[in-house]
């Protein structure tokens, strides 16, 4: 039983590159999250599904885009990467149905330069 | 949107002594209030959860009390160990956003031996 698993672990970007950041869970949740986080800023929410077919933005959701696959994956594209962006993204899931906390993934660091 | 704010965002305490992290939340609607810890390089976990039906919830040496007057939640760590040593981050989510939960920006606890 593998949780959450986020790939790639690590990333270096040029600016204006374009990636995705893939994330499928096995616990058969409804809701798939992505955060970013950054030094004393806590865990922001860039976009979050909450079943399969829906998607929503979240607090920060400029300059990314997400696509829900299938129950399983939820993946986030950044289309042309910025420095900003520089940051440790958080891929989670929840079951909505017993109302518990996240699953979260080990995460992915990424540097754009 | 639901604004959730932490208190202090650095602690130390020495081994043996309590600690405690305050946190306040914006939206009256939110009735899910999770705590994370997250050690250094690690994903978050959560640690302990509180449902807006009740006052307080104790798990061995973590304990965490609301007031929905004052929409303020804490997490209280007693006979705080070095292993405490870690971020803790709070949480909000509400029936209105069910899916939206909403971090805090963070306390780090240092437990010095």
């Known amino acids: 039983n593998a949780g959450v698993t986020q790939t790639p672990k690590f990333q270096v970007l040029k600016t204006g590159q374009s990636m995705t950041l893939q994330c499928a869970q096995d616990m058969n949740h409804n809701s798939m999250y992505w955060y970013r986080q950054d030094p004393g800023m806590g865990l922001r929410l860039i976009y979050y599904s909450a079943s399969e077919g829906t998607t929503d933005k979240g607090e920060v959701p400029n300059g990314y885009n997400v696509s829900r696959l299938n129950k399983r994956e939820f993946s986030l594209r950044l289309e042309s990467a910025a420095p900003s962006q520089t940051s440790v993204y958080f891929c989670?899931?929840?079951?909505?149905?017993?109302?518990?906390?996240?699953?979260f993934g080990s995460g992915t660091r990424l540097t754009v330069v | 949107g639901e604004n959730v704010e932490q208190h202090p965002s650095t602690l130390s305490v020495q081994e043996g002594d309590s600690a405690v992290i305050k946190c306040t939340y914006s939206?009256?609607?939110?009735?899910?209030f999770p705590w994370y810890k997250q050690e250094l390089g690690k994903r978050p976990q959560l640690i302990i959860d509180i449902r807006s039906n009740v006052g307080e919830k104790k798990d061995q040496r973590i304990a965490v009390t609301l007031n929905k007057t004052a929409k303020h939640f804490s997490l209280h760590i007693t006979e705080t160990q070095p292993e405490d040593s870690a971020v803790y981050f709070c949480a909000a989510s509400s029936k209105t956003s069910y899916d939206k939960v909403i971090f805090g920006p963070g306390t780090s606890l240092s437990v010095i031996p």
């Open positions: 989670a899931s929840r079951d909505r149905a017993s109302s518990n906390g996240y699953t």
């Open positions: 939206d009256s609607a939110s009735n899910y």
